[in-house]
């Protein structure tokens, strides 16, 4: 019963989250026919989330509050989340073109009976 519970409380949160978090909105155009073109540029987008991570770790230890490490988990997290996803684009970028080549390559090469 609690395990049932908490797994659909983390499928809702899951829908949640990808549909309203903009950085989750962006990833997935990204992941996108496409998109996919777009996936190692949008690397610069993580680096900029880890220098925001950075600042609040330098904010941090200047004697701001303490707050700031919620802020610091979620820039590191957005900053991940492109930086991962710029090499795995390639990867998928890869695998739509051979899948179209095949598709165009045996349209074109059918024998009639």
Same mark, same amino acid.
């Given at each position: ?7 659909? !409380?983390?499928?809702? *949160?899951? &829908?949640?989250?990808?549909? #309203? +978090? @903009? ?7 990204? =992941?996108?026919? *496409? ?7 949008? +690397? ?8 925001? !991570?950075?600042?609040? *770790? ?11 490490? @919620? ?5 590191? #997290? ?8 710029? @090499? ?5 970028? &890869? =695998?739509?073109? &051979?899948?179209?080549? =095949? ?6 090469? *059918?024998?009639?009976?």
């Amino acid at each position: 019963m609690l395990l049932n519970r908490l797994w659909n !409380a983390s499928i809702h *949160t899951r &829908v949640f989250l990808r549909r #309203w +978090m @903009p950085t989750n909105i962006l990833l997935d155009r990204l =992941r996108t026919r *496409t998109g996919l073109k777009w996936g190692v540029p949008a +690397m610069l987008l993580g680096v900029v989330y880890l220098l925001i !991570a950075a600042t609040c *770790t330098g904010l941090i230890e200047q004697g701001w509050s303490k707050w700031l490490h @919620p802020m610091f988990f979620l820039a590191l #997290w957005n900053g991940l989340k492109f930086l991962f996803f710029g @090499p795995w684009s390639l990867v998928l970028l &890869v =695998r739509a073109r &051979v899948r179209e080549m =095949r598709v165009h390559g045996s349209a074109g090469h *059918t024998k009639p009976v």
